[in-house]
C-alpha cells in the first residue's frame, strides 16, 4: 500500500510537465502524509505566494502581509505531533534555501524544535520517516 502510494506520486511527477518542479515535489509529500499520517499528527502546507507578475500588486500584497505578521523564509511544511514542532523545507534538485529560509530554520532549532531542509520527494520522505512522522517505510 505504502509503495503504491510511492509509485503513484512518482507517476504524477513523470507525466507532468514541469514548470514548477517545487510545486511536483510538496504535492507528492502532501500526499504521502495525507495516507502515511501516524494518529494524531496535525500538518500543513505554508503556501507563500507571489501574487502574481506585477511588481506594483507584488509590492501592496506584500505589505499588507507584513502588517499582518506574514514571515518570509517559513518553511513549506509544518509538523506538530507529541507535543514536537517540525519544520520541513524541500528544494528540487539545484536549489538552496533563502537566507530568510535558513533563519526560520535555526529560529525553530533555537525555541526546541525540530527542523531541516532537504532537495526532492525520496530524501524529504526518509526526513519524515526519521522523525517517526509517517506510517511505514517507502526507504529500505
Sequence with gaps: HIRAACQASREKQENRAVKRPEQVIHKAVADHLRIRAVPGLVWFHVGQSNYGRNPRGKAIQAAINKGLGVRKGVSDFILLHDSKFF????KPKGRSPSEEQYQF??????AGGFSTWTVGIDRALAVLEAWKLLKGTVHA
Design 87 to 90: 519544520a520541513l523545507e524541500i
Design 105 to 110: 530554520l535555526a529560529d525553530v532549532e533555537a
